[in-house]
């Protein structure tokens, strides 16, 4: 049984980097996909960026394309966001995940970490 274990999340200004981290504890199947969501105050929880463990293709929601990348790192069974560029709007809880199907829908995955916070200054 995989768990998923966030971290670095954090407060910063509007234009600045961040990047945070998803470790798993278990093995990582290389059929898997590592998504990662995000839920602003007050607002549905929505897909972000997934990646397919075998592969390395990824998909990004339209919103953070050019400036969030999304990698793996297959030796410490870790996935990565890289987020510049950072704006208001940007402002949420991150949460990854893993699931089978290469998709942007969080019922297509049956694990989640606990989730951490991501904090963007106007």
């Known amino acids: 049984q995989v768990q998923l274990f966030e971290s670095g999340g954090g407060s910063v200004q509007a234009g600045g980097s961040l990047r945070i981290s998803c470790g798993g504890s278990?093995?990582?199947?290389?059929?898997?996909?590592m998504g990662w969501f995000r839920q602003a105050p007050g607002k549905e929880r929505e897909f972000v960026a997934l990646i397919r463990w075998n592969t390395g293709r990824t998909l990004y929601a339209d919103s953070v394309k050019g400036r969030f990348t999304i990698s793996k790192d297959s030796a410490t069974n870790t996935v990565s966001l890289e987020m510049n560029a950072l704006k208001h709007e940007d402002t949420a809880v991150y949460y990854c995940a893993k699931g089978v199907q290469y998709s942007t829908y969080e019922v297509d995955y049956n694990m989640w970490g606990q989730g951490t916070r991501v904090t963007v200054a106007s």
């Open positions: 278990g093995r990582i199947y290389s059929s898997s996909v």
